[in-house]
């Protein structure tokens, strides 16, 4: 299964006062739903960003399977080891649902009659019924965009899954059936799945809950 460790990482914005992310040093590995709950301003996205290998830190290490991100294509990692899932869905408007999630299959060299039988596949498995996939994503509810979003970030093959916010411009309901995608992709397909997250349904579907105050990051105790 993948892991994501980060060892004593920092991370200063230029001409900024403080570090937005301090001396942290943990560990995400595949098989659990991780929530990385905080005030806004608290360097939760930055740590994201950080793992996602869109910015280097100012010190430390962030290593993916025992390997730095420092030594490694950062364009390939991104396209083959981690897929983030945004907030505001960051579908293609112009691309029909099924190419979209098409898309970054055939990033990578997939065939295209290939990529649209796999990409029917992860549709199906977020929910999303045939009839839905030649839509443009204007076409779609919120809910059903984000769980387009998820499709298309598990079509590169990634096994990290980063979220930022993913329930945030959705009602409790999608929000709901959102969480329970990951959680299954997690606990049933052995995914490592990181979430930020203000949302406390999803720290109490985690299976580990990290809290960050002002670049700090701490593990919280669940029952």
């Not at 929910?127 to 984000?146: D, V, Y």
């Not at 995608?181 to 930020?196: D, F, K, N, P, T």
């Amino acid at each position: 299964m993948p892991e994501l460790r980060l060892e004593n990482v920092s991370y200063r914005y230029k001409n900024a006062d403080r570090l937005a992310v301090n001396d942290v040093t943990c560990s995400f590995r595949g098989g659990q739903v991780y929530a990385v709950v905080g005030p806004s301003g608290s360097g939760k996205t930055t740590l994201l960003s950080l793992m996602a290998g869109l910015d280097k830190p100012s010190a430390g290490r962030v290593l993916f399977d025992g390997e730095d991100l420092a030594t490694m294509d950062l364009d390939r990692y991104r396209r083959e080891k981690v897929s983030m899932i945004f907030q505001a869905f960051h579908l293609f408007p112009l691309l029909t649902v099924l190419e979209n999630v098409c898309f970054p299959m055939e990033l990578n060299g997939v065939p295209e009659e290939d990529a649209r039988v796999r990409a029917r596949e992860l549709l199906a498995a977020v929910g999303i019924e045939e009839e839905k996939h030649g839509r443009f994503p204007a076409n779609l509810s919120g809910g059903e965009q984000q769980r387009v979003a998820i499709a298309r970030a598990l079509a590169s093959g990634a096994r990290v899954l980063l979220a930022d916010e993913p329930t945030g411009n959705l009602d409790v309901a999608n929000g709901q059936r959102v969480i329970e995608i990951l959680s299954r992709l997690a606990h049933e397909e052995g995914y490592c799945v990181v979430v930020v997250t203000h949302n406390l349904a999803i720290a109490d579907a985690a299976d580990k809950v990290w809290r960050m105050t002002d670049g700090t990051l701490r593990e919280v105790e669940t029952a």
